[in-house]
């Protein structure tokens, strides 16, 4: 595929400076206090590529090197099914995951490849590190088809627990290696297994939040919906764990803004969490900056109860410059709650309207709409978009011959550092 790389700089939201991208920057040099960089585009205005390219029809907004093979852009359509029965005159489902039938084929079922498929595309090889991922789940799948197809070397830290979101349809390179923080660990626990990871040399962190080519390919949900609708939005629905996704979100509505041609005005963020988690709900309802204080050991057996284990991050870029509470503020946004059974009832609504299954996290971001419509937060004629974050998963695992990935090493909750360097060293001796 032909590609000229993508020209762009960094911006420091904490203080205003505009920087060159090195080769892998995380973080404003200089900065005094934590906040998120973004970047900024040389082109002004959104040229669609071709449907052919996958997400990199969007490449004059992303910030790459190269062109990966094998990836699909989200898909936007109006819906009828669910509009009607919501009562709804202008509601738009964005859909990342498998749907033949709509055109999309994306073989991890996870809007996540729009987060593989960028920052792959934005790490050079020639750093010669290996990339190290934390993740729930989903990340991990998506993050491991497109290192293993594009023979990237990969580290993936996930819990124990969540080892069975590790299916695949084609076995994974041995170049992908999984480590896992052992039973009754959650997310946050592979986060530090994974940062231990990246204090040894020859290790690369992914950055999460941070990494701008992860936001910006989340953001592509909305450029989708945006081109398609031929107008922002009016109100955006997502269930979110980090944020990172509704961050993204925003960082594509202000975008779309400077374009000119899809309005000038910022879309609400509507988010939701998975009852009883809800540790971005109880600091946004107070309007506090920082989350409020919880117990560990409490949190992790929320995370237990929850369905959508995906939206079970302990500490999401919340607080710092450019943010999810800064998100939030600047969109109006709200925080909504549903709990496992009323996103129970979501899934099977959609699937009976719209005709796939959805994940967990998509079914608590329907749950949510169904509710804030039903509690006359939603005008009928609102131009509405539902980020169906993941679905068609029980499809293609009826359709295709599974194969898990297993860990080739298992640590304690809270590992000890000499112990996770001797391990892995040893891994990547043999």
Not at 224 to 241: K, L, M, N, R
Not at 410 to 420: A, G, L, R, T
């Amino acid at each position: 595929m032909d590609f000229h790389k993508t020209e762009y700089t960094l911006k420091s939201l904490f203080s205003g400076n505009t920087f060159e991208d090195e080769g892998w920057m995380l973080d404003a040099p200089g900065n005094e206090q934590p906040g998120l960089i973004r970047a900024i585009y040389e082109k002004k205005q959104l040229t669609l590529g071709d449907d052919s390219l996958g997400i990199y029809k969007f490449a004059n907004w992303l910030p790459i090197d190269m062109l990966l093979e094998g990836s699909s852009a989200p898909m936007t359509y109006k819906s009828s099914g669910l509009a009607k029965e919501l009562g709804l005159e202008n509601l738009y489902i964005t859909f990342s995951g498998y749907w033949p039938e709509k055109g999309i084929k994306m073989p991890t079922c996870s809007f996540k490849e729009t987060e593989s498929y960028t920052v792959c595309a934005r790490l050079n090889p020639s750093l010669d590190k290996v990339l190290v991922v934390a993740s729930a789940g989903n990340t991990a799948r998506a993050f491991a088809r497109v290192c293993s197809d594009n023979n990237i070397p990969l580290l993936l830290s996930v819990p124990e627990d969540n080892l069975s979101a590790l299916w695949f349809d084609r076995p994974i390179n041995d170049h992908v290696k999984l480590i896992a923080s052992r039973t009754g660990g959650d997310y946050f626990d592979s986060i530090h297994l994974s940062n231990l990871a990246c204090q040894l040399g020859g290790f690369i962190p992914e950055g999460g939040a941070k990494n701008v080519a992860r936001r910006d390919g989340m953001g592509t949900t909305v450029l989708s919906a945006a081109t398609f609708i031929g107008e922002i939005p009016d109100y955006y629905f997502q269930a979110v764990g980090s944020g990172t996704g509704a961050i993204a979100a925003w960082e594509a509505n202000l975008r779309l803004i400077e374009d000119g041609r899809f309005g000038n005005h910022k879309m609400k963020l509507m988010v939701s969490q998975n009852l009883p988690f809800k540790p971005i709900y109880d600091a946004w309802q107070k309007k506090s900056r920082d989350l409020l204080p919880f117990l560990d050991h409490e949190a992790r057996q929320q995370v237990e109860e929850i369905d959508a284990k995906v939206l079970s991050n302990r500490r999401p870029p919340y607080s710092l410059t450019g943010g999810l509470f800064d998100a939030l503020s600047d969109t109006n946004g709200e925080v909504l709650l549903a709990n496992n059974e009323q996103a129970r009832m979501a899934a099977k609504l959609f699937e009976e309207s719209e005709g796939i299954d959805i994940h967990p996290a998509a079914a608590i971001a329907t749950a949510s709409l169904m509710d804030s419509v039903k509690k006359g937060k939603i005008e009928k004629d609102a131009i509405v978009m539902l980020n169906i974050t993941g679905g068609g998963e029980e499809r293609f695992k009826r359709e295709n011959e599974l194969v898990y990935l297993k860990p080739s090493l298992i640590f304690d909750i809270d590992p000890d550092f000499n112990e996770v360097k001797e391990k892995l060293e040893s891994l990547y001796s043999n």
